[in-house]
């Protein structure tokens, strides 16, 4: 269970912030010697994914990581002002992410889309950078036509509901694209119609409420009996569906150890994904959700989630905030007490995720700051824990204070099942090692927490996107 340790507010995480971006520097100049795609990695095989002995490979699957090592160097910027950092995020954009734009094939699109064109577009209303009408109108019309592309990719379901389904098929509704909704959010923000057969039209905040539900329903569980392994909070990677009459038919994983244990990234995913609908559900009036079942019953589905999850990460964690990759990986048998001490990367049976801490201690301050109003007593509770694991990765054996290592944050998993992380000679297990997006939300998260203890936002969504106080 996550210690809450001794810090009270972003402001206490201050002091760390500032050696971070310094070795965030470092590692993205390290990053930028890649020759386009990479020397080390292969551009047939797709972009740079994970580390192997410090150097930056591509391991061809999905296209999901580019936007993350461009998005990174606009973060950069944004706590920084270094403008080489703009300037190579810009150009990158413009060179290499259009493809992504238009990707029919993959559930990916909040993660590349909104981490390039999206930060370049909040950047430039914040007024941070000089950018043309045309160039705004430009990543306006790429949010839009980002945000439709992902919504087409829909399977309807038996109950009425239906999911933006995972570049496994039709049957497939993965954990993860919780957080790529916010494609579909900023896409209906901008006012986009999306258009379909007979031009009948296709609403991309139905669409966005009707995967939130379906996810909750069928990937996370409250501890209501549903099945033997019902645990509240708990959550399934995957959920299958028959293609015929869209009915559900079981729980899967693919990167986790068995659709009835926790896989703590998918996990993570659930927390942030929530934590942020909740504030974009805050921008939307209540015109826009009456058609959809009203603002109550949405916005409780949604807390109830992001609460659940926020819980389990809490109570099923190290002190220190940083999850083992599975909460049942079976390593962890002969570990007594894992969850009652400190992770320990350098364990002989089950690797660390520390990808999965980057992500979830971002959900656990966001879910804090949105319950600041009607609950104090859980938003403390949620933001310590957010800061004390966000604390953690600031600090060695975490962040890579190596200077030709060319990842941020080290001792990442990507995909345990496949054999695909390295394992160092004289290990194992894999760990030493990084990948593009736990990089990029460990930095997403110092940059949240900074503006936090500077009494501002960092938002995509409503009136506080763009602005520039």
Not at 223 to 238: C, F, I, L, M, Q
Not at 253 to 275: D, E, H, V
Not at 307 to 319: K, L, M, V
Not at 393 to 422: F, I
Request: aromatic letters at 10%.
């Amino acid at each position: 269970m996550i210690d809450p340790g001794t810090l009270r507010n972003a402001k206490d995480l201050k002091p760390h912030l500032d050696r971070f971006w310094s070795v965030s520097a470092t590692a993205l100049d390290q990053l930028d010697q890649l020759d386009q795609l990479g020397q080390d990695a292969d551009p047939s095989t797709g972009a740079p994914v994970f580390t192997v002995d410090g150097r930056y490979t591509s391991r061809g699957w999905t296209e999901w990581t580019q936007g993350f090592q461009f998005g990174s160097a606009l973060l950069q910027f944004d706590a920084t002002g270094e403008e080489r950092f703009l300037e190579s995020g810009r150009a990158d954009t413009l060179a290499h992410m259009p493809v992504h734009l238009t990707h029919v094939g993959v559930h990916d699109h909040g993660f590349n889309n909104l981490s390039t064109y999206g930060n370049l577009w909040r950047l430039a209303r914040e007024g941070r950078f000089e950018a043309s009408a045309a160039e705004l109108a430009g990543w306006e019309l790429a949010l839009k036509v980002s945000g439709a592309v992902q919504a087409v990719r829909w399977s309807s379901t038996a109950d009425g509901d239906g999911f933006i389904y995972s570049f496994n098929g039709p049957h497939s509704l993965f954990a993860d694209t919780i957080r790529s909704l916010r494609s579909l959010a900023l896409a209906h923000q901008l006012g986009h119609r999306l258009l379909g057969e007979h031009d009948e039209p296709i609403g991309l905040l139905q669409r966005l409420v009707a995967h939130a539900r379906t996810t909750a329903r069928y990937n996370v569980y409250f501890g209501e009996g549903r099945d033997r392994y019902d645990v509240r909070g708990r959550v399934a990677h995957e959920s299958l569906f028959n293609t015929n009459d869209g009915r559900y038919r079981c729980a899967s994983t693919q990167q986790g150890y068995s659709p009835y244990t926790t896989w703590t990234r998918g996990l993570a995913w659930i927390m942030l994904g929530y934590a942020e609908l909740l504030e974009f559900l805050d921008s939307l009036d209540d015109a826009d959700l009456d058609p959809l079942g009203g603002r109550q019953p949405i916005a409780e589905m949604m807390l109830r989630t992001a609460r659940a999850s926020c819980d389990y990460y809490i109570e099923s964690t190290p002190t220190d905030g940083v999850p083992y990759w599975d909460t049942g990986a079976p390593g962890l048998a002969r570990m007594p007490g894992h969850d009652q001490r400190p992770a320990d990367p350098d364990n002989d049976h089950e690797p660390v995720d520390s990808s999965a801490a980057a992500i979830a201690c971002q959900a656990l301050l966001r879910l804090g700051r949105v319950l600041e109003e009607s609950d104090s007593d859980l938003s403390h509770r949620y933001t310590q824990a957010g800061l004390a694991t966000l604390a953690t990765l600031l600090e060695e054996p975490y962040l890579s204070t190596d200077p030709q290592h060319q990842g941020l944050l080290v001792h990442a998993v990507y995909h345990r099942p496949n054999g695909w992380d390295h394992v160092p000679e004289g290990s194992t297990i894999p760990r030493g090692e990084s990948c593009l997006w736990g990089d990029y939300h460990l930095r997403e998260a110092a940059l949240y927490v900074g503006r936090l203890a500077d009494g501002r936002d960092l938002t995509f969504f409503g009136a506080d996107a763009g602005d520039p106080s």
